[in-house]
């Protein structure tokens, strides 16, 4: 980079004056170099005075100009009040230290060139001119218009004043230098605005056809309006804006609530984090005119960058609003540990059974407004029934009922719920058994006087009862109900507890893979049981959910989606796997206990509650095991429905013996109560449901 003559000339005189200015005082004190020297400071002195004292602009300048004779005239006095050049050469240093401020600020030959400006100053930024005033539209006269609004409708008569329309008012918007809304006019009076289009105007501005926005004209007092009218939004700073950082009114209305979207018709309310729980909810609403919000759950999952699959996204409709929850991983890949004060039935009956996918409790009942509650617990082999068979066991435990339980095969873990129960038992015939003790227990607490004399429908809310309630849990119904000698009774009597066993304080819960009614279920049985219970539907195959839930009484508009085969995320980096010829991992099946509650018309997403079997169940139940009443149990013996249920059939236990004389008196008293037989031929015949059994009702009818 060049350097001015000046400059360079002054910085030599300052690199040569410096080795004098520190041995002159050395070598003659009295010299005539050390006497120029001094005059000069006091003439530096001088200036600064003046400088100081003057009223004119630049004195700080003059001051620094002044400054090196001053500085000379210091270090000169310095060097002679030392001994020789002073201890570490100090003489030497102040003159050195004098020269390099004089090379570095170079006071005289830069600030006293007035004629150029100094070497790398920047160049002045150019002023804009006021740009000159726009000429009258000759379309519109000038009516006082602001300057902005006459240069918009000089563009838009440029343009060829689209739409035949006329510009009235021009706004711009803040912070936005090319956004703007036009209050436009058709240029005939009386003519409405039909030919105006997003296109015209975008062509008119140069911007996306997405950046205008025409709206219709409202009349205000003092201003005309309706369809010779319009209002344009030319933002094309607002879209760009809002397409890179969307406010989250914006992006609802952009990719939730615009038509054809996930929701559409929907608008934004307010958004909020649960840190605790990590979800983050969605509160939007519908007009009440749209009726019944439309969901897609597939698109809404899109935009909110998950999949449907994964588990994490769930909605909530409540009349007009919109919940919308996203987890940031899905609930129902969570295990929620069962513990005893989440089990315990409050003052209305109602445990936790689980948690639903937008976080609330899952509440079943141990009895409703109308008596004991029934149970309807359907899931394949492996779907966490017996897991949530348990649940309800231990809550009507610690309500105080009497629980009975039997099943159709034998397992670990319904072995040991058994030791927490009053009976239980493995087969058909025990089934059975334990079925014929409920109807008799009907009879039994239907004739037995309350406190105040009189005989009640059981209501655990009226004191005075005279006997606990009971609940009765047939495991694999349809299995026993299958059954060629038991089947058909057991079926019957089951139906028949459904309809009436509630009024006596009898719930019977039923646990099945099915409910379909040409799977071994009458239509009543399942009515009753779906009227005065809150069934959970567990692991249902894909194909089934439908046909399941139609079976259920679900209407078609609340069937369920099919729940995904698994709620973890799947694991990343298949390319590279690909690529490696690596395999697959193996995908978690976690789908266990994960499932539908069924309490209103509209199934709801849960996740059971989780016994630890392994770790003991002991802690779950109360300490002391409710059974029946001495009463009820001698009327049952009087009744001969009382004893070992594991015997083998009793002899006329399912009627008379072969060989008993079949032309007795058929008006008299059969052993056994009058108990039907099983095997009859009806029976039978209804009870067949499969090729196994048809050909064994075959080999009854010709006796083989």
């Known amino acids: 980079m060049s350097v001015p003559r000046s400059v360079a000339l002054e910085r030599t005189l300052y690199t040569l004056a410096a080795p004098v200015l520190a041995a002159a005082p050395n070598v003659s004190p009295d010299s005539p170099v050390s006497t120029v020297v001094q005059w000069a400071g006091v003439a530096g002195i001088g200036g600064w005075v003046l400088a100081a004292k003057s ?45 390099a401020a004089g090379l570095l600020v170079l006071p005289f030959s830069r600030h006293t060139r007035h004629h150029r400006p100094a070497l790398a100053t920047p160049t002045p930024v150019p002023q ?102 319009k209002e344009v939004h030319v933002t094309p700073d607002l879209a760009e804006r809002r397409r890179k ?100 039935p409050d003052r209305d009956g109602r445990w936790v059974t689980g948690y639903l996918g937008n976080g609330q409790p899952a509440r079943n009942r141990v009895y409703t407004d109308r008596g004991a509650a029934h149970g309807l617990f359907v899931a394949p082999s492996g779907g966490g029934k017996t897991q949530l068979m348990g649940l309800h066991v231990a809550a009507d435990a ?27 038992g493995v087969g058909a015939l025990y089934m059975l058994r334990l079925l014929r003790v409920l109807v008799a227990l009907m009879e039994i607490r239907g004739e037995m006087p309350w406190e ?117 995320p799947a694991e990343k980096g298949r390319i590279e796997r690909v690529m490696r010829g690596e395999p697959e991992p193996p995908s978690d099946s976690n789908t266990g206990g994960a499932g539908w509650i069924i309490e209103a018309k509209q199934p709801d997403v849960l996740r059971t509650l989780f016994m630890d079997f392994k770790a003991g169940i002991d802690g779950y139940f109360p300490d002391t095991t409710a059974t029946l009443t001495d009463y009820e149990i001698r009327e049952l013996q009087a009744r001969d429905l009382w004893f070992d249920w594991t015997e083998p059939p009793r002899p006329g236990e399912f009627g008379p013996e072969p060989g008993d004389d079949e032309d007795g008196d058929d008006d008299a008293p059969k052993k056994g109560g009058g108990r039907r037989r099983s095997g009859s031929k009806s029976a039978r015949r209804n009870a067949v449901t499969s090729p196994r059994q048809a050909l064994e009702a075959i080999k009854n009818l010709s006796g083989v």
């Open 55 to 99: 009223d004119e602009p630049a004195a700080g300048r003059k001051i620094l100009r002044w400054s090196p004779l001053v500085l000379a005239a210091a270090v000169d006095v310095a060097a002679k009040n030392t001994i020789g050049l002073g201890p570490w050469c100090l003489d030497a240093l102040l003159a050195a230290g004098w020269a």
């Open 128 to 229: 804009l001119r006021p740009a000159p005033e726009p000429e009258p539209s000759p379309a519109q006269p000038d009516d006082g218009a602001d300057p902005f609004t006459r240069q918009v409708r000089r563009l838009w008569e440029n343009r060829g004043m689209p739409g035949r329309t006329i510009v009235v008012k021009a706004t711009p918007h803040p912070g936005m230098p090319n956004d703007l809304s036009l209050l436009l006019r058709a240029s005939e009076a009386g003519r409405p605005i039909t030919a105006l289009t997003d296109e015209d105007v975008a062509a008119a501005f140069g911007v996306d056809v997405d950046d205008v926005r025409i709206e219709a004209v409202a009349r205000q007092y003092g201003r005309e309006g309706g369809p010779g009218w």
């Open 245 to 344: 950082a969307p406010t989250d009114h914006e992006w609802w209305a952009d990719r939730v609530g615009a038509a054809g979207g996930p929701i559409p018709g929907s608008v934004f309310v307010r958004k909020f984090r649960d840190f605790h729980r990590k979800v983050t909810h969605y509160i939007a609403q519908v007009p009440d005119e749209m009726g019944e919000p439309r969901v897609n759950l597939h698109l809404l999952a899109a935009a909110l960058k998950t999949k449907y699959d994964e588990g994490r996204m769930f909605v909530t409709v409540d009349g007009s609003e919109i919940l919308v929850s996203l987890w940031d991983t899905s609930p129902l890949a969570q295990v929620f540990p069962a513990t005893r004060e989440l089990l315990t």
């Open 398 to 424: 610690l309500f105080g009922a009497v629980v009975m339980l039997a099943t159709e095969a034998p397992d670990e873990k319904t072995a040991a719920l058994g030791k927490h129960t009053a009976r239980y």
């Open 452 to 568: 105040d004399g009189q005989v009640h429908e059981w209501d655990p809310a009226r004191p005075g009862c005279p006997y606990r309630m009971l609940s009765a849990y047939l495991d694999e119904f349809l299995s026993a109900a299958r059954n060629g000698d038991y089947g058909a009774e057991i079926m019957d009597l089951a139906e028949l507890v459904s309809v009436k066993g509630r009024k006596y304080g009898v719930g019977l819960k039923v646990a099945g893979q099915s409910v379909y009614v040409q799977d071994g279920f009458t239509q009543l049985l399942c009515e009753n049981l779906r009227d005065n219970c809150i069934p959970v539907v567990l692991k249902v195959a894909p194909k089934k959910v439908t046909e399941m839930f139609k079976a259920l009484g679900i209407p078609p508009e609340h069937i369920p989606d099919p729940l995904p085969r698994s709620f973890s």
